[in-house]
């Protein structure tokens, strides 16, 4: 079932010098994208945009288009708190950075005299179906076609981060590694950043957080749109050092309990139940022998002690409103008696198209609380409700050629820590939808060229398990 050789990859040595250049660049352009959010619109955007496009040139001068493309793409998926309004359309940095690698993209296929049509995978196409089903119910029968047609237009974009790094990295196996290495460093600063943020609200400042309505109690979000989205990536991102770290960082137990630390502050308890549930799953499985179990109880003590600051904080901070306290905001069922309540209205809309759905995000247009509409907040019931029957069945195929695709190439540690990495997500988006992000499509996408370098016959094992330097 599994290569014995996997259990033990070779370490290679990563080049600080230019993490610390590529990391020092990626926490401008989050500082810079945090403060124009301030500034008119659409002057704003536009500087934004001037300010991604700057990020990516010394990202592309370190680690060449392909990489550094890629880990701009990485990069901007992790700073989508602020939107900039450009007319009708809110945009994000995200935006920016896959616009410029889908043109770098087609340029290089017109230079190289190869045709601009790319044919889809069975993957792709189940997900491609899947939003032709979108379009169709958008137009026929959503309630407001035109805001329906634009979440939909928003879908597609964010889908740019599934489809544009296998194209990028194409049968370039090696830099498939390295882009994996800088995604496990961006989400350790992103969950770095999220942790001391919350922490300062000790000394009064609230940055990066904020008070949830339902529990009372001051939540971590980082530099992502809320913080279910910041727990589920930050508990992604700590399965991910714990199976691919170890291969990558001599230190590699400080990227999981960051990132562990992280999604404690979020106070995402789906994140929470999703990180236990595939923690378990690895321990008591056969996966168990394909991680640094030395490196993973390492990052578990030293998140529990990350864990104990914030508990310290709590204790003698204002991180709960009048009247509560730590176990009340835990225990408060607010938040999932609100999604059950979601199902019994979404069902009874589908029934009046129960085959292609009511539309792109039509839930929001059907029912209106308190003057705001209604976002639902779990991704099969959003996509039955959206797209129907047809719908579901379109993008349940996509998940299933995944899930088998992944599971062809389990031996490869890669693949094998990216698929357990995205189940963290999926547990998690029980709890909240996050469809609209790219991070979410991007996550998919690194494991789809992840399957493609495994399932590549002149892959040997060796290129397979060791990842180049970094800036070499």
Not at 141 to 157: E, G, Y
Request: with cysteine; aromatic share 8%.
């Amino acid at each position: 079932m599994t290569d014995p050789d996997i259990s033990t990859p070779a370490r290679v040595s990563w080049r600080w010098g230019s993490t610390g250049v590529l990391g020092g660049t990626g926490v401008l352009l989050g500082l810079a994208v945090g403060e124009l959010a301030r500034e008119p619109q659409p002057l704003g955007a536009a500087f934004m945009a001037i300010c991604v496009v700057a990020a990516g040139a010394v990202f592309v001068r370190v680690l060449g288009w392909n990489v550094g493309l890629a880990v701009l793409l990485v990069v901007t998926c992790l700073i989508d708190r602020n939107t900039f309004a450009v007319g009708r359309l809110n945009t994000r940095p995200e935006h920016v950075a896959a616009a410029v690698a889908l043109l770098v993209f087609v340029i290089s296929r017109i230079r190289a005299g190869r045709s601009l049509l790319v044919r889809p995978d069975r993957a792709e196409a189940a997900l491609l179906a899947w939003f032709a089903i979108a379009l169709l119910s958008s137009v026929l029968v959503a309630p407001n076609r035109a805001d329906s047609l634009k979440v939909l237009a928003l879908l597609l974009v964010s889908s740019l981060a599934l489809f544009l790094p296998r194209r990028l990295l194409a049968g370039r196996r090696s830099e498939v590694e390295q882009v994996v290495g800088w995604t496990l460093i961006a989400l350790a600063v992103e969950s770095g950043y999220a942790y001391l943020a919350y922490l300062l609200h000790l000394f009064g400042p609230t940055i990066s957080a904020g008070f949830n309505s339902a529990t009372g109690h001051l939540d971590a979000y980082g530099t992502l749109w809320e913080p279910n989205v910041l727990g589920a990536f930050a508990g992604a991102g700590a399965v991910a050092w714990a199976y691919l770290g170890p291969r990558l960082f001599k230190h590699s137990w400080i990227g999981v309990a960051v990132c562990l630390s992280a999604c404690a502050a979020s106070w995402a308890r789906a994140a929470w139940l999703a990180v236990f549930v595939v923690f378990l799953i690895t321990l008591v499985g056969p996966t168990r022998r394909q991680i640094d179990l030395k490196a993973f109880f390492a990052g578990a003590a030293g998140a529990a002690v990350l864990v104990l600051g914030i508990l310290a904080a709590d204790a003698f901070g204002s991180y709960t409103l009048a009247g509560g306290n730590i176990g009340s905001s835990v225990g408060n069922g607010a938040d999932l008696l609100g999604r059950l309540y979601q199902i019994s209205p979404a069902l009874s809309d589908l029934k009046h198209q129960p085959i292609i759905g009511r539309g792109v995000d039509s839930f929001g247009q059907l029912h209106v609380l308190q003057g705001m509409p209604e976002h639902l907040t779990n991704l099969e019931l959003a996509i039955a409700h959206d797209t129907g029957a047809l719908g579901l069945i379109a993008f349940a195929a996509f998940v299933v050629f995944v899930i088998m695709a992944a599971w062809r190439a389990r031996a490869n540690l890669t693949v094998l820590g990216l698929a357990a990495t995205i189940l963290v997500i999926a547990i998690t988006n029980q709890a909240t939808e996050t469809l609209e992000l790219m991070v979410m499509w991007l996550v998919i996408g690194l494991l789809m060229v992840a399957l493609d370098a495994a399932q590549d016959p002149a892959t040997s094992p060796e290129i397979v398990r060791t990842a180049p330097r970094s800036g070499s």
